[in-house]
């Protein structure tokens, strides 16, 4: 596709979702979410669906919403809570361990730069672009899975990994969708634009897409 589609690739996206179907991180920010809030849930999303993200979230928060009242509990009580996400007692560590960095190096508050976030010991760049842009309103380009998969598919890039997606989209992706691009993609991603079989045949944006490496579709 040409560069300048995007405009139109992310119009034609925006209008096929329904705002009840965008990921549980995105719905924390439209409802004002701490930082720290969009942090932990975006720990507890990784290789999580995300209606088992929302309700571990939930619970979760109902027990403690700040570093200081997550560190009150036990690495088996966040895990029982948290159950069944992905890698869940390894995440109930991760976040003892964060909360207690936040605490120590931070006076409880969440950094809100990108480098300082990735000195955090289980947060990777999606995760600290998220908080950034999200959390305080910064700028940055998430970037998942989901992301690589569909920018690439679409042929709007051509990269390797997650990490190369994200450079390139920082050099040619308008500024004025930075924030809400991972919010779409991720949504279209588990809708239409699946990484097995996409339902092309239900895509808004077909006419422009490239299809890289689509072998299969419905």
């Not at 329904?18 to 975006?42: D, H, N, Y």
């Not at 619970?59 to 895990?79: H, N, V, Y």
């Not at 950034?132 to 998430?142: A, H, K």
């Amino acid at each position: 596709m040409k560069d300048t589609d995007i405009h139109a690739v992310i119009e034609a996206v925006a209008r096929h979702l329904a705002p009840e179907k965008l990921p549980i991180v995105s719905e924390l920010a439209e409802q004002r979410g701490s930082p720290f809030q969009i942090l932990i849930s975006t720990l507890l999303s990784l290789r999580t669906k995300d209606e088992v993200t929302a309700v571990a979230t939930r619970r979760l928060f109902d027990l403690a919403s700040t570093p200081e009242e997550m560190l009150g509990l036990s690495p088996d009580q966040i895990a029982d809570v948290i159950y069944p996400v992905g890698f869940y007692r390894n995440k109930s560590q991760t976040i003892l361990h964060v909360c207690r960095e936040l605490v120590e190096r931070y006076n409880s508050r969440v950094p809100d730069t990108i480098d300082e976030l990735l000195t955090l010991k289980g947060v990777g760049r999606k995760t600290a672009n998220l908080v950034v842009t999200l959390g305080y309103g910064g700028e940055g380009i998430c970037v998942d899975t989901h992301v690589h998969r569909i920018s690439n598919r679409l042929g709007y890039v051509l990269t390797k990994t997650p990490d190369d997606t994200e450079y390139a989209l920082r050099t040619k992706l308008p500024r004025e969708y930075w924030t809400q691009y991972n919010t779409l993609m991720v949504a279209f991603g588990r809708m239409v634009c699946r990484p097995i079989s996409p339902l092309c045949s239900q895509c808004p944006v077909s006419g422009l897409c490239e299809q890289v490496g689509v072998k299969h579709h419905r």
